[in-house]
């Protein structure tokens, strides 16, 4: 599978924006799917993630109530909608998927991940 990020940018603080990962190639519902971050100099550490059921997901501590993932299975699309942005939300965004994961399964590391996008760059201003 092929991962494209978009949507990030140059935000305040407060502000909202929703990233989005655009996969092609084998089916989608067939990947648990997560986002990470990577801000620079630090390692690139887990956000959030879905289930291939999507009715099951998992966030981080630090964007809990802040951050919602999701995905329309009919669209090839996965989403990371992110409000109440904070400038320690600054990173470099990326998607990632698992091919082995069964239909409600949740991954948070990124050993468990086969495929990654690019990354989308999140910058937040105080």
């Known amino acids: 599978v092929q991962l494209v990020e978009s949507g990030g940018g140059l935000v305040q603080a407060g502000d909202s924006l929703r990233l989005s990962c655009a996969a092609s190639g084998r089916t989608f519902s067939s990947y648990a799917l997560g986002w990470f971050r990577q801000a620079p100099g630090k390692e690139r550490v887990f956000v959030a993630a879905?289930?291939?059921?999507?009715?099951?997901?998992d966030y981080a501590d630090s964007v809990k109530g802040r951050f919602t993932i999701s995905r329309d299975n009919t669209k090839n699309t996965l989403y990371l909608q992110m409000s109440s942005l904070k400038p320690a939300d600054t990173a470099l965004y990326y998607c990632?998927?698992?091919?082995?994961?069964?239909?409600?399964?949740?991954?948070?590391?990124?050993?468990?991940?086969?495929?990654w996008g690019q990354g989308t760059q999140v910058t937040v201003s105080s």
């Open positions: 879905i289930s291939r059921s999507a009715g099951y997901t």
């Open positions: 990632a998927a698992d091919s082995g994961s069964g239909w409600f399964a949740l991954r948070t590391s990124r050993a468990d991940y086969d495929y």
